[in-house]
C-alpha cells in the first residue's frame, strides 16, 4: 500500500471537523443493543440545556472518552449516552430575562404562554452545549440522545414520584427551605453560592419582663427580631442560671418571650445570649422544634416583610426594614452598639441575591430507608469511588441525611403530579395521567426539583418503567465521571434510585475529577472571569493537544493548576509526533509500508528493544487505567514516543535508513511503522483526531480506521529484559558523552575520540553497537580495553563502572576554555559570598519580605550547583 504524503506541518484546523464527520457517516458510535459483544455503556453527566462548554467539561467529557474510545477498540459494545438536563430555574431565568428585554412579564402570561415561550428559547439554545461537544470529539451514541423533558423521560419521573407517593416516601410538610426572592421558589443547597460580605453586627437590648435589667443580643439581620419568639442561653452559662423561664418584652412588638436553655449557644459567642427566629433560620428552626416555640413568617414570598408586623414595617423590603428596625431600636435607647463584621451570605445562585430561610409548604421525599442499600453499594465495594477517600464523604452525608425537599416554585419543569378536586381541595388524586375527570380538578403548581429527574438518569434515558433489550444491555452501566461537588445532589441519590426501582446498582465505578484551579489557586468561576473560553485554546492549540495536555496535568485526587505551558507541551508533542511519522514516511522505500512479518524475522538490539518498551507501555497504559490514573497513563505514552521512540530508536534508525545494508534498513522501516501503529492506538483515546489522521497513512489495506482497530493490551511474556539491559548500556554511553561535549563546549561539528577502560564484559555489546555509538555521539575512533591508560587531558565520566574518556585536545582550545571556567569560578565565589553574607545577617532574613528572602536562598542554591558543575569541569582540564 502507497500511503499519500503528509503534510510539512501539522493543520488540525483541516483534519478535526472532516474525522469526526466521517466517524459520524460511518455509525462508529452507535452502539447496538442486540450485539453479543460484551457490552460497556457511560451515561453523560447531562449538562444543563443553559451551558456553554466550559473547561470542567473538557476534563469530564475527555476523560469519558477516553473511557468509551478504549472499550469501542478492545471489542466491547461500547455505548455513551448524551443528553441535557432541563435545568429548572436556569432555564426559567434565560426565560424571564429574555421576555423582560421584550418588554413581557411573566406574571402577566399564563403558564402554558409562558411554556410557549420556554420551549421556543430551548429549541433556539438548548443545543449549543451538544455542538460543542462534538467539537471536543466526544463519541457519544447521538442516536440516543435524550433530555430530561422528553416526553419518554418525563413520564418516568412522573411514574417514580406516583411510585415513591403509594409507598408513603412522599408527604406534604410546612418546613423551613432556602427561598430565592427572584424566582419565588426553594432551591437546593447547590444552588446557593456564598460570599464572604463586610456587615455590622448589631448589639440589642431585650428588656427582662418586670425588671428594669436586660439582656443583650446580637445580629446581623435586625429586620428578623420582628419574628423572635425566644432568647437562648447555654444551660450551664452561670450568668444567667437564673433568668432561664423567665421572660423578655420583645422591643417594637411588645410579646413576651421565654428565655429558654439550649446546648446549641455558644456562651462565649457575644453576651452568650441568642435571639431566636424559628422561622427564618435553620439553627433557630431546630431550637424551636426542641422546645416548642412559636415560628412566624414574617416575610412574603419577595422577602418583603408582610402583615405578621407592626403596620409601619409591612411591605418594607429586607433592607428597608432593617433600618427602620434599628432607627427605632435606637430612639427607644436600646441599640447598645454596633460592631463591623465580615459575614458568610449566601446567595441565589440564578437570582444573584442573598436568599431567605423560609417557612412554606413543600412536597418532601422520605429518606431514610433509600440510604441504606446505597450506603452498603459503596462500603461493600458493589460501587467502588476513585479516588477512594470520597467514601468518608459520602458515608457522612448519608448517615446524616435529611428528608428531600423536591418541589419547586416554577413553571419549567416536571409538574407534580398531583390534583386537588375543586370542591374537596383535601381531596387528592395522585397519577402519571391525571384523573379521568379533569374538569373537577386542579393540578398542583409546583414542579419538581431537576435532581428529582437527574437522579433517574442511568436507566431512565431507556424506556423505563418499562423494560427493553436497551436497559437489559447497557443498564447497569460500568462508569461514571463526575464532580465531587455533586456527590450528594446526584451520586448518592442515583444509587438510592438505582436500588429503589430496578434493585441494582447505576454504575460500577465513580470516577471523581479534579477541580481546575488558576496559577494562583483560585477555583476556575464565571463569575471571576479566570476560565479560559476551551474554543480559544482549541484555536491555539488544537483539540488534541488540549485533550492530551488537559489529562496530563490533571493527577487522581488532587486539585489542577491549570496552565497553558501545558498545552503547548501538549501542542509539542502532537508535532513531535506528526514529525516522527513523516520522517518515517519518507524514508519508506516507494512510500510503500514493508511487507516484513516481524515475528519470524531475527531482529538487533535495538529494534528488540523499542518492541518491548512498546510491549511494557501497553501494559503500563492498561494498568493506570484500569486504576483511573488517566493523567500516568498520558505520562507513559508521551515518555516511550518523545524519549524511547523519538530520541533514541529514531536516531538509531537513521544509521540503518542511510547505512550501506538494505535488510537492516527494512528491517528498520518495518519495526519503525509498527511503533507508530502502536503509538496511535495507545494514544487515540486521548487525542482522536491526529492518530485517525496519521493512521490513515500507516494502516494497510486489510486495516480498519483506529476508532475500531484493535486495542493495544501489552503481553508480559513479550517482555525482552536483555534487550532492555543492553539497550541501556548504549544509552548510558552516549548520553554520558554528550554530556561531557555539551558541558566542555566541544563545537558539534567536531568528532571526538572515545576511550572505555574496565569494560568487565561488556566488550562485544558494546562493539556490536560500534556505529551507532559514533553517530550518536559524535565520536571519530572508539578504544576499548582492560588497563588502558588515561589520556592526558581528558573528560572523564563512569558508566555502569566503566571509565570514559574524552581527549579533549584539539577539540577545543584548552587554554582559553581553562581562563573562561577559571573566570567564572571566581565570578561564582564573589556571588556567593556576597548572599551567604545576607542570609547570616538576621536583620536582613527578618525584616526583609518573604518573598526576598525565598528569592536569594534560590540563588544561592542554583549558583552554589553551577559552582559545583564548573569546577567539575575545570578538574578535567588539568
Known amino acids: 500500500m502507497t500511503t499519500p504524503q503528509l503534510d510539512k506541518s501539522y493543520n488540525w484546523e483541516k483534519l478535526e471537523d472532516r474525522w469526526y464527520q466521517h466517524w459520524m457517516d460511518q455509525g462508529y458510535f452507535h452502539a447496538d443493543e442486540h450485539s453479543k459483544k460484551e457490552p460497556y455503556s457511560i451515561v453523560i453527566p447531562p449538562p444543563n440545556v443553559t451551558g456553554m462548554l466550559t473547561m470542567g467539561h473538557v476534563l469530564n467529557n475527555t476523560i469519558q472518552d477516553v473511557l468509551i474510545r478504549k472499550a469501542r477498540m478492545e471489542g466491547k459494545n461500547a455505548c455513551w449516552i448524551p443528553g441535557t438536563d432541563h435545568a429548572s430555574i436556569a432555564t426559567e431565568s434565560k426565560v424571564v430575562s429574555m421576555l423582560e428585554e421584550q418588554g413581557i412579564s411573566k406574571d402577566d402570561l399564563s403558564r402554558d404562554a409562558f411554556m410557549d415561550h420556554a420551549w421556543a428559547w430551548k429549541e433556539k439554545y438548548g443545543g449549543i452545549i451538544i455542538n460543542q461537544l462534538k467539537k471536543l470529539g466526544c463519541s457519544c451514541d447521538w442516536d440516543r440522545e435524550r433530555f430530561t423533558m422528553d416526553e419518554g423521560y418525563s413520564k418516568a419521573v412522573l411514574n417514580a414520584f406516583v411510585k415513591l407517593y403509594e409507598k408513603g416516601l412522599i408527604y406534604r410538610g410546612h418546613r423551613l427551605v432556602n427561598w430565592c426572592p427572584v424566582s419565588k421558589s426553594a432551591i437546593s443547597n447547590e444552588e446557593v453560592i456564598h460570599k464572604e460580605k463586610n456587615g455590622k453586627l448589631w448589639h440589642f437590648r431585650y428588656p427582662i419582663t418586670?425588671?428594669?435589667?436586660?439582656?443583650?443580643?446580637?445580629?446581623?439581620?435586625?429586620?428578623?427580631?420582628?419574628?423572635?419568639?425566644?432568647?437562648?442561653?447555654?444551660?450551664?452559662?452561670?450568668?444567667?442560671?437564673?433568668?432561664?423561664?423567665?421572660?423578655?418584652?420583645?422591643?417594637?412588638?411588645?410579646?413576651?418571650?421565654?428565655?429558654?436553655?439550649?446546648?446549641?449557644?455558644?456562651?462565649?459567642?457575644?453576651?452568650?445570649?441568642?435571639?431566636?427566629?424559628?422561622?427564618?433560620?435553620?439553627?433557630?428552626?431546630?431550637?424551636?422544634?426542641?422546645?416548642?416555640?412559636?415560628?412566624?413568617?414574617?416575610?412574603?414570598?419577595?422577602?418583603?416583610?408582610?402583615?405578621?408586623?407592626?403596620?409601619?414595617?409591612?411591605?418594607?423590603?429586607?433592607?428597608?426594614?432593617?433600618?427602620?428596625?434599628?432607627?427605632?431600636?435606637?430612639?427607644?435607647?436600646?441599640?447598645?452598639?454596633?460592631?463591623?463584621?465580615?459575614?458568610?451570605?449566601?446567595?441565589?445562585?440564578?437570582?444573584?441575591?442573598?436568599?431567605?430561610?423560609?417557612?412554606?409548604?413543600?412536597?418532601?421525599?422520605?429518606?431514610?430507608?433509600?440510604?441504606?442499600?446505597?450506603?452498603?453499594?459503596?462500603?461493600?465495594?458493589?460501587?467502588?469511588?476513585?479516588?477512594?477517600?470520597?467514601?468518608?464523604?459520602?458515608?457522612?452525608?448519608?448517615?446524616?441525611?435529611?428528608?428531600?425537599?423536591?418541589?419547586?416554585?416554577?413553571?419549567?419543569?416536571?409538574?407534580?403530579?398531583?390534583?386537588?378536586?375543586?370542591?374537596?381541595?383535601?381531596?387528592?388524586?395522585?397519577?402519571?395521567?391525571?384523573?379521568?375527570?379533569?374538569?373537577?380538578?386542579?393540578?398542583?403548581?409546583?414542579?419538581?426539583?431537576?435532581?428529582?429527574?437527574?437522579?433517574?438518569?442511568?436507566?431512565?434515558?431507556?424506556?423505563?418503567?418499562?423494560?427493553?433489550?436497551?436497559?437489559?444491555?447497557?443498564?447497569?452501566?460500568?462508569?461514571?465521571?463526575?464532580?465531587?461537588?455533586?456527590?450528594?445532589?446526584?451520586?448518592?441519590?442515583?444509587?438510592?434510585?438505582?436500588?429503589?426501582?430496578?434493585?441494582?446498582?447505576?454504575?460500577?465505578?465513580?470516577?471523581?475529577?479534579?477541580?481546575?484551579?488558576?496559577?494562583?489557586?483560585?477555583?476556575?468561576?464565571?463569575?471571576?472571569?479566570?476560565?479560559?473560553?476551551?474554543?480559544?485554546?482549541?484555536?491555539?492549540?488544537?483539540?488534541?493537544?488540549?485533550?492530551?495536555?488537559?489529562?496530563?496535568?490533571?493527577?487522581?485526587?488532587?486539585?489542577?493548576?491549570?496552565?497553558?505551558?501545558?498545552?503547548?507541551?501538549?501542542?509539542?508533542?502532537?508535532?513531535?509526533?506528526?514529525?516522527?511519522?513523516?520522517?518515517?514516511?519518507?524514508?519508506?522505500?516507494?512510500?510503500?509500508?514493508?511487507?516484513?512479518?516481524?515475528?519470524?524475522?531475527?531482529?538487533?538490539?535495538?529494534?528488540?528493544?523499542?518492541?518491548?518498551?512498546?510491549?511494557?507501555?501497553?501494559?503500563?497504559?492498561?494498568r493506570q487505567l484500569d486504576r483511573f490514573h488517566f493523567n500516568e497513563a498520558a505520562k507513559a505514552i508521551y515518555e516511550f514516543t518523545w524519549s524511547d521512540f523519538c530520541d533514541w530508536y529514531i536516531e538509531i534508525a537513521k544509521t540503518r535508513f542511510y547505512g550501506d545494508n538494505p535488510e537492516k534498513a527494512n528491517m528498520s522501516r518495518a519495526v519503525a511503522v509498527h511503533v507508530i501503529q502502536g503509538i496511535l492506538k495507545l494514544l487515540h483515546p486521548y487525542s482522536p483526531f491526529i492518530t485517525e489522521e496519521l493512521w490513515a497513512h500507516f494502516r494497510s489495506d486489510a486495516d480498519s480506521d483506529l476508532i475500531i482497530s484493535p486495542w493495544l493490551k501489552g503481553d508480559p511474556s513479550m517482555e525482552d529484559n536483555t534487550a532492555d539491559t543492553t539497550m541501556d548500556l548504549l544509552k548510558d554511553i552516549v548520553t554520558a558523552v554528550r554530556t561531557i561535549r555539551s558541558r566542555m563546549n566541544v563545537p558539534p561539528g567536531k568528532k571526538a575520540d572515545l576511550v572505555i577502560r574496565n569494560v568487565n564484559g561488556h566488550q562485544s555489546k558494546i562493539e556490536s553497537f560500534d556505529e551507532i555509538i559514533k553517530t550518536l555521539g559524535r565520536i571519530e575512533a572508539i578504544t576499548i580495553g582492560q588497563n588502558l591508560e588515561k589520556p592526558e587531558q581528558s573528560a572523564t565520566a563512569v558508566v555502569q563502572k566503566m571509565e570514559l574518556f574524552v581527549p579533549l585536545k584539539g577539540l577545543i582550545d584548552l587554554d582559553k576554555e581553562n581562563d573562561r571556567l577559571s573566570k567564572r569560578l571566581n565570578e561564582l565565589e564573589g556571588h556567593l559570598q556576597g548572599i551567604e553574607k545576607k542570609l547570616s545577617n538576621d536583620n536582613f532574613v527578618n525584616r526583609a519580605p518573604e518573598n526576598v528572602v525565598e528569592h536569594e536562598k534560590k540563588k544561592m542554591q542554583d549558583m552554589t550547583a553551577e559552582y559545583e558543575l564548573v569546577k567539575a569541569n575545570l578538574d578535567m582540564l588539568l
Request: with cysteine; glycine share 6%.
Open 210 to 622: 418586670g425588671t428594669d435589667d436586660y439582656l443583650v443580643v446580637a445580629t446581623t439581620r435586625p429586620e428578623t427580631m420582628l419574628g423572635d419568639t425566644a432568647v437562648a442561653v447555654h444551660p450551664d452559662d452561670e450568668r444567667y442560671q437564673s433568668l432561664i423561664g423567665k421572660t423578655v418584652t420583645l422591643p417594637l412588638i411588645g410579646r413576651e418571650i421565654p428565655i429558654i436553655a439550649d446546648t446549641y449557644v455558644d456562651p462565649e459567642f457575644g453576651t452568650g445570649c441568642v435571639k431566636v427566629t424559628p422561622a427564618h433560620d435553620p439553627n433557630d428552626f431546630a431550637m424551636g422544634e426542641r422546645h416548642n416555640l412559636d415560628f412566624i413568617n414574617i416575610m412574603n414570598d419577595d422577602a418583603s416583610l408582610n402583615s405578621k408586623v407592626p403596620k409601619q414595617y409591612q411591605n418594607c423590603s429586607r433592607e428597608e426594614g432593617r433600618k427602620a428596625v434599628v432607627r427605632d431600636l435606637d430612639s427607644e435607647g436600646l441599640l447598645d452598639k454596633v460592631e463591623d463584621y465580615t459575614n458568610n451570605i449566601g446567595f441565589s445562585e440564578r437570582g444573584n441575591v442573598p436568599i431567605e430561610f423560609y417557612m412554606s409548604e413543600q412536597w418532601y421525599l422520605k429518606m431514610d430507608a433509600l440510604a441504606k442499600p446505597a450506603l452498603d453499594a459503596v462500603n461493600s465495594g458493589k460501587i467502588k469511588f476513585h479516588p477512594a477517600h470520597w467514601t468518608k464523604t459520602y458515608n457522612h452525608w448519608m448517615e446524616n441525611i435529611k428528608d428531600w425537599c423536591i418541589s419547586r416554585q416554577l413553571w419549567w419543569g416536571h409538574q407534580i403530579p398531583v390534583w386537588y378536586h375543586n370542591d374537596d381541595p383535601k381531596k387528592i388524586h395522585v397519577s402519571v395521567d391525571g384523573p379521568e375527570d379533569p374538569e373537577n380538578w386542579t393540578q398542583d403548581q409546583d414542579v419538581l426539583d431537576t435532581w428529582a429527574s437527574s437522579w433517574l438518569w442511568p436507566f431512565a434515558v431507556h424506556t423505563w418503567p418499562e423494560e427493553d433489550q436497551n436497559l437489559k444491555t447497557f443498564f447497569p452501566t460500568d462508569a461514571l465521571v463526575t464532580g465531587p461537588d455533586i456527590i450528594f445532589f446526584w451520586v448518592a441519590r442515583m444509587i438510592m434510585s438505582g436500588y429503589e426501582f430496578l434493585d441494582d446498582i447505576p454504575f460500577k465505578d465513580v470516577y471523581f475529577t479534579s477541580i481546575l484551579r488558576d496559577e494562583t489557586g483560585k477555583k476556575f468561576s464565571k463569575s471571576l472571569g479566570n476560565s479560559p473560553d476551551p474554543f480559544d485554546l482549541f484555536n491555539e492549540y488544537g483539540t488534541d493537544a488540549v485533550r492530551f495536555g488537559t489529562l496530563l496535568m490533571a493527577p487522581q485526587g488532587l486539585d489542577v493548576l491549570f496552565s497553558n505551558s501545558r498545552l503547548e507541551v501538549g501542542r509539542n508533542f502532537m508535532n513531535k509526533l506528526w514529525n516522527a511519522s513523516r520522517f518515517i514516511q519518507m524514508n519508506l522505500e516507494d512510500g510503500k509500508l514493508p511487507q516484513i512479518d516481524l515475528d519470524s524475522v531475527e531482529l538487533d538490539m535495538p529494534e528488540r528493544w523499542i518492541l518491548s518498551q512498546l510491549n511494557q507501555t501497553a501494559m503500563k497504559v492498561n
